[in-house]
């Protein structure tokens, strides 16, 4: 009983708040579903059947009722019909009526029945008769409760003449009986109300379904409309940034590489000074740009690590040559510590060193006296999750209290009467967060005034592999009875492939220097030379060398143009047997030929683009090297054009174009040929002759884009 009373509650709250229009169309349309008026047909039948039995009827007066009920329930039938193909914007009242007028007069014709099928004398006939009405309308009932006008006129023109008859017939069965028949009634039409209450409740959920179904499509289609939008607009900030990058970075790369080779020319103090100037303040705005630029990007844009994991301890080295020149200026000690079992860390080579980079040249930057050291170590979190823990620690002024919290923060800055004294936005150590987040690390700060100041932060282990083996594997047999030369920059990776190779009665030269490996190579004869990546293209142009070179070519690093094979370092001491097999089994021995034997078979100076790489750094020169490739194409295009059609004064504009992009670079070779095909032009040689030069020309132009591309991958993309 309760929830009945719960659920009228909620019918009558229901009425509350959708309009009665709405319900009481609802509860006809209901009236109008119900209605099955063929269901009188057994009652009718049976009735006609007792008063045939109990008295001389003529059977056409006795089924004159059922006759009427079928006329009847044609008709209903019909307005039935009607109903479901009228106007949705048609008064529900009107149908209502119209129900309730076919409703008394299928009662009325019940009343004709009952008076025609009433046996007088017989109350067991009677009984039977009221038994038959009783069921009668409760199976009405069930069809007209939803309206109950619709009921009462049906009750009372079918149940009254009965009632009637019965109590005329006297005696006190009969008149009990009349009562009982009123009162069945009665008790049917008051639940009309709870039938009508639980019929709201029903339209009532209905009508909110429809509502929550048209405000889910409508907050689709908003959505939709947001994702589109938000898509639209996630392809124009990587357009802007794109555009951004490429249109401020290519002219300032330009810039700066062509200061850069301003620097090296001859020079008095004043201009050279104004000349670091510029460099300084370019270096500076290029940083500004990264940092800005990466600071911008999505912060649900997550970072791949690579699966192999980048080298900690090479990373700290390349930041330590690359700020060494700072320290040693300021006086300041700058070193590394790497634990021996130090684990690969599972990010971005590229990355972490971008991130050791400031954090050691903040560092730098802020300390007067004293130093700063990198610490590398394992760590193992709570979970026993193993991480790769950096800490760089410096001898500073330390940082605030006040203000510790906050040096994450883009723009940023920390004090200002100390930092406005030095450049920077204030965005670098931002910058540093989001990357060490994105690879699944953390970052932060202690520090104590006085005292210095350590940043750190971890950097997930990499599952692919952990530590370097110190032995040699059993995947590849070890070499043996091979004379090698080996000059690697670091002393620990020389020790490494000593211990890999002399036990076997292999025969090891180690170069202390990169003099020492070149007088080496062009003096004695080895079967192999293992040298580092930045130094395989200096042994390579050794006048006399023949000597086949395996270049050890860290992560990100670019591919030495006079190694024969190249090898990722660090390696496994199987990997390196390996190659070292194949190289002795299917090498290219034709290597007969000294390149610095022949300097204007050389396409490019891989020195010079070597030196300009470490001033300049990689990014940089790609940029700068992008930018001459672009230029000498077309260049290359306007002098084919020129050539057809022997517009010698347009190839000779042309070529002198060439001459200076290619002699700001260091191609001597493609500067001669353009510089000749000029001169050529001036001096007005024969067409043949021309013709030959300039295809010399673009000759070199395409051996020094292949040269190029074959160097630095990332051009040929």
């Known amino acids: ?105 299928v009662g ?128 124009a900030k990587s357009a802007f940034f794109a555009t951004i990058s490429h ?178 936005a204030g965005v670098g150590l931002a910058v540093s967060r989001r990357i060490v987040e994105s690879f699944g690390g953390e970052i932060g700060v202690t520090s104590e005034l006085g005292s210095g100041t350590t940043f750190w932060f971890t950097i997930p282990a990499s599952q692919a592999s952990t530590h370097m ?11 043996s009875a091979l004379s090698f030369l080996v000059f690697v920059a670091n002393e620990d990776d020389r020790k490494q492939i000593e211990a890999w190779l002399s036990p076997f009665g292999n025969r090891l030269l180690l170069a202390g220097t990169l003099a020492e490996a070149v007088g080496a190579a062009g003096r004695e004869s080895f079967d192999l030379v293992i040298a580092g990546a930045d130094s395989a293209d200096a042994i390579a142009a050794t006048p006399g060398s023949r000597v086949p070179i395996l270049a050890l070519t860290p992560p990100d690093t670019r591919q030495p143009e006079g190694a024969d094979v190249v090898l990722r370092w660090p390696a496994r001491a199987g990997a390196l047997y390996a190659t070292i097999a194949q190289m002795a089994g299917g090498l290219d021995a034709k290597r007969t030929v000294s390149k610095s034997a022949n300097p204007e078979a050389a396409a490019i100076d891989a020195k010079a683009i070597a030196e300009l790489e470490r001033s300049l750094g990689l990014k940089t020169l790609i940029d700068i090297l992008q930018s001459y490739l672009e230029s000498a194409d077309g260049l290359a295009k306007a002098l084919n054009q020129a050539l057809t059609n022997e517009d010698w004064t347009q190839a000779g504009r042309v070529a002198q174009d060439f001459a200076g992009a290619a002699g700001g670079l260091g191609l001597a070779a493609l500067t001669a040929a353009a510089r000749a095909l000029n001169q050529a032009t001036r001096d007005g040689q024969p067409a043949g002759d021309l013709k030959s030069s300039a295809g010399n020309v673009l000759s070199q132009h395409i051996r020094v884009r292949d040269a190029l591309q074959r160097l630095y991958p990332d051009l040929a993309a």
Not at 48 to 67: E, G, K, N, R, Y
Not at 175 to 191: E, I, N, P
């Open 1 to 105: 009983m309760q929830n009945v009373y719960e659920d009228l509650q909620t019918a009558e709250a229901a009425e509350e708040t959708v309009p009665e229009r709405v319900l009481f169309a609802g509860r006809i349309t209901a009236l109008f579903a119900l209605s099955q008026h063929y269901l009188f047909l057994p009652f009718a039948a049976l009735c006609m059947a007792a008063a045939l039995f109990h008295q001389t009827l003529d059977i056409w007066i006795a089924s004159l009722p059922l006759v009427l009920q079928i006329a009847a329930t044609v008709a209903v039938g019909r307005l039935k019909a009607a109903f479901e193909a009228r106007d949705r914007r048609d008064d529900p009242l009107v149908w209502a009526q119209r129900y309730t007028i076919f409703s008394g007069v």
């Open 469 to 479: 083996s110190d032995s040699p594997r059993d995947d590849a047999p070890p070499p």
């Open 247 to 424: 249109e401020l970075r290519t002219p300032l790369n330009a810039i700066l590489g062509m200061s850069q080779l301003l620097e090296r020319s001859e020079l008095d103090d004043t201009q050279r000074n104004h000349v670091k100037v510029m460099l300084d303040a370019g270096r500076g705005l290029t940083t500004l740009l990264d940092d800005v630029i990466e600071l911008a990007r999505g912060q649900d844009d997550r970072a791949i690590a690579p699966d192999d994991g980048a080298d900690a301890a090479q990373a700290a080295r390349t930041v330590a040559r690359l700020l060494q020149p700072n320290a040693w200026e300021k006086r300041l000690r700058l070193s590394i510590h790497v634990a021996a079992d130090t684990p690969l860390a599972a990010v971005d080579p590229r990355q972490l060193r971008r991130v050791l980079l400031k954090l050691a040249g903040n560092a730098i930057k802020f300390t007067e006296k004293g130093g700063v050291e990198i610490v590398i170590a394992p760590y193992a979190s709570e979970d026993g999750r193993e991480f790769v823990r950096f800490r760089v620690e410096d001898t500073g002024p330390g940082i605030p209290p006040e203000i510790l919290d906050g040096v994450f923060e883009p723009f940023a800055r920390g004090d200002e009467s100390y930092s406005r004294q030095h450049n920077g």
């Open 108 to 235: 009325a014709i019940w009343g004709v029945g009952a008076i025609i099928w009433f046996v007088p004398d017989s109350f067991p006939a009677q009984a039977y008769l009221s038994l038959a009405f009783l069921g009668l309308t409760a199976t009405e009932f069930i069809a007209r409760s939803a309206h109950r006008p619709a009921y009462l006129a049906h009750a009372a023109l079918s149940l009254g003449p009965l009632a009637v008859m019965l109590l005329i017939e006297g005696g006190p069965y009969a008149m009990m009986s009349s009562v009982l028949v009123m009162f069945f009634g009665g008790v049917l039409y008051s639940y009309c109300g709870t039938i009508e209450r639980m019929l709201n409740e029903s339209i009532k959920l209905r009508y909110d379904n429809a509502e929550l179904v048209s405000d889910l499509s409508r907050q689709k289609l908003e959505a939709e409309a947001a994702r589109d939008a938000a898509m639209a607009s996630e392809r």
